[in-house]
């Protein structure tokens, strides 16, 4: 005869948590082939940071905080990010299961954390999709007009703001071109929503085909660039003077103080590296494999991120950067003689930019269908298509919400607002680690972070500062919008929660997960109430 849950304190209730015995019993119940070494993993993790970043962010932070010395706020970047790797690495090793961040906070932290995990995600996958789409549509008007056809300049833009060309405003009769509206962002995000509801089956083949267009149009790229420069030196040496621009005296614009507020915006460029943590159940030796992907990627993106900005800040001068389109701003200033190179490049950073807003868009709809499934958001969330398989509700949803972005807002405030949320839940990794590290000393881990807890404790407080390099009305808006949530949370997520119900809740949907604080039977096992 089953009892009555004993009734607990608020603090309690937040603190419910998933079991981290019955997450491990997954993992030792995976039937999945350990079958990558090192290499597979660095080109993994290659293949996920390579994205929007460099091709979208690296103008806006060259432009409006760094200069040329962006370079150096890539490297800031890369050493926070190693920081919080080394942490996905030991949680990946620890409890290598669906869900990620989430999953990890739920598992460890609570419940309450995982809702503010589950809201940080939604920036760090949904809006990144948003920034995503501004950059696409920037290349793909870029690469229209090469070919004759133009879309109106009113239809290309955030509403409200202005046309710009070498940062000054472009006149028409007088008066600045305003935008209405970003038409082929908006579109682009609700045709892969359609393409998401319909099902679209990942595939190693043609994601290995994506990843190799995206190096291959990043290394010509630097090549030609590369040697233009060289045959031209004296041309261009003047756009590296001064190579870290006097400080306006304004808070993050140029000067170390800029260039710690372009680490902030780069940050960007890194997003994706934790995907080489999901590997963790078939990774030949964890313990050795994890780590080497994932430090080994950040350092061969790294290079890769400081080689590109190298040419983009000598090609044209920084003041020029400010566009969602940056890498396509510079071919175009190679010269007219160059001009299939420049439709080459632009057709690759589609491609590219295309796969990526898929992969976020696709990560946020299973986010939000885990949170669905676990009672913390409307079980709608996590309805089945009945003949397409996929959480249709739920991808429409998340389409408008990241098409409508896209359209309105400027690239700078999605950008930002992404960073945030991203740092936030990274520095959120960094602490679980010490927590479970405290609270379960003994359960088997495949990888533990060296010198701890020094560097976890270095990821809290590296991503926490970062976080305030951001403009303070980016830093509002994510107090309001994590306020929001927490109300939320309150409101719904603490009265619907399964766990907390004692209904069985399990990553795979089979193997049921109770509060490690349920009442027992008499025989010692977890009572579930009907």
């Known amino acids: 005869m089953a009892t009555a849950a004993p009734r607990i304190s608020i603090l309690g209730r937040m603190g419910l948590r998933k079991s981290v015995a019955q ?7 995976s039937e999945l082939k350990r079958s990558l070494g090192p290499w597979n993993l660095v080109f993994l993790g290659i293949g996920c940071i390579i994205g929007a970043g460099i091709f979208v962010r690296t103008g806006n932070a060259a432009a409006l905080h760094a200069g040329p010395a962006v370079l150096i706020s890539y490297l800031i970047a890369g050493l926070v990010c190693a920081f919080a790797g080394l942490c996905y690495a030991e949680l990946a090793s620890t409890l290598p299961v669906s869900g990620s961040a989430y999953t990890y906070s739920y598992t460890t932290i609570g419940e309450f954390a995982a809702w503010v995990m589950g809201a940080l995600l939604l920036l760090e996958y949904g809006l990144a999709a948003s920034v995503v789409a501004v950059g696409w549509s920037g290349y793909m008007v870029s690469l229209l007009k090469d070919i004759g056809i133009f879309i109106p300049d009113v239809l290309t833009g955030p509403t409200g703001h202005h046309l710009q060309k070498d940062g000054v405003d472009v006149l028409v009769n007088g008066a600045p071109v305003t935008f209405l509206f ?11 929503a359609s393409l998401l509801v319909i099902g679209v089956s990942e595939s190693a083949k043609f994601n290995n085909v994506i990843v190799a267009i995206k190096v291959t149009v990043l290394t010509a790229f630097i090549l030609v660039g590369g040697f233009i420069i060289l045959k031209n030196l004296p041309t261009y040496t003047p756009n590296w003077e001064p190579f870290i621009p006097a400080p306006t005296g304004e808070k993050g614009e140029f000067g170390w103080s800029g260039i710690l507020r372009a680490a902030s915006i780069v940050f960007f460029a890194y997003i994706g590296f934790e995907a080489v943590s999901t590997a963790g159940q078939e990774a030949k030796d964890p313990g050795k494999d994890m780590p080497f992907g994932i430090i080994g990627s950040l350092l061969a993106c790294t290079v890769i991120y400081i080689l590109v900005s190298i040419v983009l800040t000598m090609v044209v001068n920084y003041k020029s950067l400010n566009v969602p389109d940056p890498v396509a701003v510079a071919v175009d200033a190679f010269g007219p003689q160059w001009g299939w190179f420049a439709k080459t490049i632009k057709v690759g950073a589609i491609i590219g930019l295309t796969s990526v807003i898929l992969v976020l868009m696709y990560g946020q709809t299973r986010i939000f269908y885990t949170m669905a499934r676990d009672g913390l958001l409307p079980k709608v969330f996590s309805s089945v298509h009945p003949k397409f ?4 509700i739920n991808t429409i949803l998340v389409g408008l919400i990241v098409a409508t972005a896209a359209g309105f807002f400027d690239i700078n405030t999605l950008g930002d607002m992404t960073s945030v949320g991203t740092l936030a839940a990274f520095g959120i990794v960094c602490l679980t680690v010490i927590w479970l590290r405290r609270t379960h000393p003994d359960i088997p881990r495949g990888y533990r972070v060296p010198l701890y807890p020094v560097l976890p404790a270095l990821g809290i407080v590296s991503c926490f ?41 399990a990553a795979d949907g ?8 349920a009442p027992k039977d008499e025989g010692g096992k977890p009572v579930i109430r009907p």
Not at 389 to 392: S, V
Request: with cysteine.
């Open 23 to 29: 997450v491990q019993q997954e993992t030792a119940s």
């Open 182 to 192: 970003n038409l082929p962002a908006f579109l682009v995000c609700m045709a892969l």
């Open 389 to 392: 398989r996929t959480p249709w």
């Open 465 to 505: 500062a970062l976080i305030f390099t951001v403009e303070t009305r980016v830093l509002i808006f994510f107090a309001w919008y994590t306020g929001a949530m927490i109300i939320l949370y309150f409101a719904y997520g603490m009265h619907n929660s399964e766990l907390a119900k004692g209904h069985a809740v």
């Open 510 to 517: 089979q193997l049921p997960v109770y509060p490690e604080d």
